[in-house]
């Protein structure tokens, strides 16, 4: 069985990810020409779905998760039964 990862793995992880986004969307932000709100807002909404979708085509992975050494699972479920027997 394999034990899940602890904080400073996930930690890595996230950390690598504000990375990866924050270098390219900062370098055309800088390049962009236009309103800073706008700007902002078109950052704002690339880094969300960079966030969303990605664990959604990568089964629950981002690229910090590929790099650092993670395992994604998914919750253990389990039968209830509420008929007394």
């Known amino acids: 069985m394999t034990?899940?990862?602890?904080?400073?793995i996930?930690?890595?992880?996230i950390l690598l990810d504000g990375i990866i986004v924050a270098v390219p969307l900062t370098?055309?932000?800088?390049l962009v020409p236009g309103p800073e709100?706008?700007?902002?807002?078109?950052?704002?909404?690339?880094?969300?779905?960079?966030a969303l979708l990605?664990?959604?085509?990568?089964n629950g992975y981002t690229i910090g998760k590929r790099i650092c050494p993670?395992?994604?699972q998914e919750p253990k479920s389990y039968m209830?039964?509420?008929r007394k027997e």
Request: glycine share 6%; hydrophobic share 55%; aromatic share 20%.
């Open 3 to 8: 034990e899940n990862a602890g904080f400073w």
């Open 37 to 50: 709100a706008v700007k902002s807002r078109f950052t704002d909404v690339l880094s969300f779905l960079y």
């Open 54 to 58: 990605l664990p959604v085509f990568w």
């Open 70 to 72: 993670t395992l994604t």
């Open 10 to 13: 996930r930690f890595g992880a």
């Open 80 to 82: 209830i039964n509420s």
């Open 27 to 30: 370098l055309l932000m800088l």
